[in-house]
């Protein structure tokens, strides 16, 4: 299993079924395709629909019917479609459950930067900000390391997305869950040591008596 | 009294230096054919409101590619690299504004009120020049109404009123945006007699919109 799969399947097993859920562009995306049995979800585009699905065949696209990254979705039956103005009413009205985003670092205290890197990338915001702060749950799926150098650090140095400590970090060595305590290491994915994920941490981690491998199968 | 007007006339009301409220995101929800008329009357200095710049060769992401465009107040810009370009070049000012901020905005913009008091963007770099206003016990950041001279407006169904229908994901800034502008311009796929849009379906009521012109242009 690629690392990027891992990540997503680990994401998968922390939703419940009626969750309304929003998955960010990329690897957060693909959590979709990796719900357990019998976990039926509603998935929220921010553009303004509850129930987006895949196209449902080749040629079955709609214009008026897309993504945030604007490419054609479906909507199952049961979908609802609003304004921008409601759509973020449920994310920041406390009516969204979880949300899965990606992050570019995360410090100490739970907070993430994932919007911009002054200088070199600056895409905008876009939903990011109302997200974190307004989502029940925040999930952070991504990368433990950027060649090379940990994303995972003491204090953020890329602007932040949200004073709001963000609930789980879910990345290809392990489980991080951000405490007003700092940051506890929670599990490791299979085959990777409580030093290995140490080693590739710049952060402070409170590692318990046992700390039990993530549970996604092959 | 029908508001259909022609394409170049409903453009030529807009001066160049106009402030431009502009539906959609990543084009999906854009007038397109405004859109081609803003670029074939040559109109310069516009200020841009909208989720998004869409790419170079999209939507709202044309006039930026024409150098039609001062000033962008926008969630994001990051599929468009030429906006990125003009921004740092400091040939264009772009403004980002998080995403259900700048709906609240629009919002608040048409519905007569003054700003909102928002969560979002606290202790960030949005913060910056903003007043903070503490209410029982959370902080809020009190964002400033937007409001416009024109907005651009794509529906998909009208009646010869005004009344407007919107379809799926293309209808996100649309309805805020046909509020908040002194001339409402809409760009519709269809339009159909009144009467046969009932009003329970009816997102964008008929008051609002000024001037309404046909996606497809088979009325001539």
């Not at chain 1, 693909?30 to 303004?48: I, K, T």
């Not at chain 1, 196209?55 to 990254?69: F, I």
Request: some cysteine; hydrophobic content about 45%; overall charge negative.
């Amino acid at each position: 299993m690629d690392e990027k799969t891992l990540i997503a399947k680990r994401v998968a097993l922390e939703l419940r079924p009626g969750n309304l859920v929003n998955l960010g562009i990329g690897l957060p995306t693909m959590v979709a395709a990796h719900l357990p049995a019998g976990v039926n979800v509603f998935f929220q585009s921010e553009n303004g629909i509850i129930g987006m699905a895949p196209v449902p065949e080749p040629g079955a696209e709609n214009d008026d019917l897309s993504d945030a990254g604007g490419s054609p979705i479906g909507a199952v039956p049961g979908a609802a479609s609003f304004d921008s103005a409601m759509s973020f009413g449920l994310i920041r009205g406390g009516h969204l459950d979880v949300t899965v985003l990606g992050g570019l670092q995360i410090d100490e205290e739970g907070r993430l930067a994932n919007w911009m890197v002054p200088g070199k990338m600056v895409p905008g915001m876009g939903g990011a900000m109302d997200l974190v702060s307004g989502a029940k749950r925040v999930i952070v799926a991504m990368q433990h390391s950027a060649k090379g150098t940990p994303k995972i650090v003491k204090r953020c140095e890329l602007p932040l997305t949200s004073v709001r400590r963000v609930d789980l970090i879910v990345t290809e060595l392990a489980v991080i869950e951000p405490t007003d305590k700092g940051l506890v290491l929670r599990e490791v994915a299979p085959g990777v040591t409580v030093a290995d994920v140490l080693a590739q941490t710049g952060a402070e981690l409170i590692v318990p008596s046992a700390v039990p491998t993530m549970p996604v199968g092959a | 009294m029908s508001k259909v007007r022609k394409l170049e006339e409903a453009v030529a009301m807009i001066p160049d230096g106009a402030v431009l409220m502009i539906g959609g995101f990543m084009g999906v929800g854009t007038p397109p054919h405004l859109i081609d008329e803003l670029l074939r009357q040559g109109k310069r200095d516009l200020t841009v409101i909208a989720n998004d710049t869409a790419r170079p060769t999209v939507g709202i992401g044309r006039l930026v590619s024409a150098k039609a465009v001062r000033k962008v107040i926008a969630s994001h810009i990051g599929t468009n690299s030429e906006t990125q370009r003009q921004m740092i070049a400091g040939e264009t000012t772009v403004e980002l504004v998080p995403q259900g901020t700048l709906a609240e905005r629009v919002r608040a913009g048409g519905f007569g009120l003054g700003g909102v008091l928002t969560p979002t963007g606290v202790g960030t770099v949005v913060e910056d020049g903003k007043q903070r206003i503490e209410l029982d016990g959370t902080v809020y950041l009190l964002e400033r109404a937007l409001k416009a001279d024109f907005a651009l407006i794509a529906a998909k169904r009208a009646d010869y009123l005004g009344n407007l229908e919107y379809a799926l994901t293309a209808r996100n800034f649309n309805p805020l945006m046909a509020m908040a502008a002194e001339t409402v311009i809409a760009e519709a796929e269809d339009i159909v007699p009144v009467g046969v849009i009932p009003p329970d379906s009816v997102v964008t009521p008929n008051v609002l919109v000024d001037c309404l012109v046909a996606k497809e242009h088979r009325h001539g």
